[in-house]
């Protein structure tokens, strides 16, 4: 990405945003998980939101009405 901007380091990257506005430490992130454990998290949340429906999600039909 650094060649095809025409830069050599990250440094030049961010150049532009001032020294004090710079984080001076490593961001504190979880470690990468694989796409498997992503989609498998995601499938538990979405089963959570339901909230037991009957069908498995939430069903908003006729709310409006």
């Known amino acids: 990405m ?3 901007c025409g ?4 440094d ?3 150049s532009q945003i001032p020294a004090e506005a710079r984080l001076k430490r490593p961001l504190d992130l979880a470690p ?11 499938k538990a ?3 959570k939101n339901a909230g037991g429906s009957s069908r498995g999600y939430a069903s908003f039909l006729g709310a409006g009405v």
């Open 32 to 42: 990468g998980i694989s796409e498997y454990e992503i989609v498998d998290y995601f």
């Open 12 to 14: 030049e990257l961010f």
């Open 2 to 4: 650094l060649a095809v």
């Open 45 to 47: 949340m979405a089963e």
């Open 7 to 10: 830069l050599e380091t990250a």
